[in-house]
T-cell receptor, first 114, second 114 residues
Framework: AQSVTQLDSQVPVFEEAPVELRCNYSSSVSVYLFWYVQYPNQGLQLLLK??????LVKGINGFEAEFNKSQTSFHLRKPSVHISDTAEYFC????????????FGKGTTLSVSS | DTGVSQDPRHKITKRGQNVTFRCDPI?????LYWYRQTLGQGPEFLTY????????KSRLLSDRFSAERPKGSFSTLEIQRTEQGDSAMYLC????????????FGQGTRLTVV
């Protein structure tokens, strides 16, 4: 079975500062990894995903993430955050095996202040 | 197609009553997921359909919960004899089959059991 651990439940940062949201996963088979964002009172929206190939993936709104197989990590980064990035961020994992569900971490609340 | 839709958006029910939620996925998507999300937590996987077949069920899905997807289109999630602990946001998502495809989420149904 797969699992996801988001290492920080809350990350407060100032506007224009860089940010990293950490995600570790566990799986005995090859994985696909995702980051979703949930703005207040809205549904989940895909930020980016890693399927294969380049370990650095770029997503929407200037976010990027790096897949590190040896560390079993998929950390999300943004070089300069905006107030509008304040939201809940979820890391998720699935596999290419038939019938595998998408499993989420508990989430990281990113709070950007001026 | 306007995306994944869920109905109702909000439901308040008395303890012990039965409730049923509906999810209409994106029309060409053959995978459909149900998740439960409580405050401050990530979406917890409940169950998953590929077309009309229910392929996986979480341990969280007690015998009071049942989900169906007749004809592989819309899905319903029924909770019988609701308990206060069932209060949560119930999320539906759909995707195409194949590893790594993006899951698109609905806005959710917020259930409050009083």
């Amino acid at each position: 079975a797969q699992s996801v651990t988001q290492l920080d439940s809350q990350v407060p940062v100032f506007e224009e500062a860089p940010v990293e949201l950490r995600c570790n996963y566990s799986s005995s088979v090859s994985v696909y990894l995702f980051w979703y964002v949930q703005y207040p009172n809205q549904g989940l929206q895909l930020l980016l995903k890693y399927l294969s190939g380049s370990t650095l993936v770029k997503g929407i709104n200037g976010f990027e993430a790096e897949f590190n197989k040896s560390q079993t990590s998929f950390h999300l980064r943004k070089p300069s955050v905006h107030i509008s990035d304040t939201a809940e961020y979820f890391c998720a994992v699935t596999t290419n095996q038939a019938g595998t569900a998408l499993i989420f971490g508990k989430g990281t609340t990113l709070s950007v202040s001026s | 197609d306007t995306g994944v839709s869920q109905d109702p958006r909000h439901k308040i029910t008395k303890r012990g009553q039965n409730v049923t939620f509906r999810c209409d996925p994106i029309s060409e998507h053959n995978r459909l997921y149900w998740y439960r999300q409580t405050l401050g937590q990530g979406p917890e996987f409940l169950t998953y359909f590929q077309n009309e077949a229910q392929l996986e069920k979480s341990r969280l899905l007690s015998d009071r919960f049942s989900a169906e997807r007749p004809k592989g289109s819309f899905s319903t999630l029924e909770i019988q004899r609701t308990e206060q602990g069932d209060s949560a946001m119930y999320l539906c998502a759909s995707s195409l089959s194949g590893g790594g495809t993006e899951a698109f989420f609905g806005q959710g149904t917020r259930l409050t059991v009083v």
